[in-house]
Nanobody, 127 residues
Framework: QVQLVESGGGLVQAGDSLRLSCVASGLTFSRRNMAWFRQAPGKEREFVAAITWSGSSTYYADSVQGRITISRDNAKNTVHLQINSLKPEDTAVYYC????????????????????WGQGTQVTVSS
């Protein structure tokens, strides 16, 4: 069964840090670009960060640049998202996504570049 399971979300205060994790199963993780998207209440889903299947390149949304780091551990089929200096506007459901195998980086920052999605993990930042 193909599955992405996110964890690590929760209720935190502004300025805190969180590390989100996404564990993949049933798919060739090491061949897929991986990304994090988020969706705040009443807003569309937006790109946060992505990492190529080789791990050689990372991409970040301008709104989180400098505060967020994406990383992957292919041996553990896991991708992480480290978020520092959390702000109330970071409140959202965070989704992990996987691309088809050996995808290029053409659509790496677009939801259209991903075919497998997790159920999401809620991050709530209080001021």
């Amino acid at each position: 069964q193909v599955q992405l399971v996110e964890s690590g979300g929760g209720l935190v205060q502004a300025g805190d840090s969180l590390r989100l994790s996404c564990v993949a199963s049933g798919l060739t993780f090491s061949r897929r670009n991986m990304a994090w998207f988020r969706q705040a209440p009443g807003k569309e889903r937006e790109f946060v960060a992505a990492i190529t299947w080789s791990g050689s390149s990372t991409y970040y949304a301008d709104s989180v640049q400098g505060r967020i780091t994406i990383s992957r551990d292919n041996a553990k089929n896991t991708v992480h998202l480290q978020i520092n200096s959390l702000k109330p506007e970071d409140t959202a459901v965070y989704y992990c996504a996987a691309s088809p195998p050996f995808s290029s980086s053409t659509f790496i920052t677009s939801a259209n570049g991903y075919t497998i999605w997790g159920q999401g993990t809620q991050v709530t930042v209080s001021s």
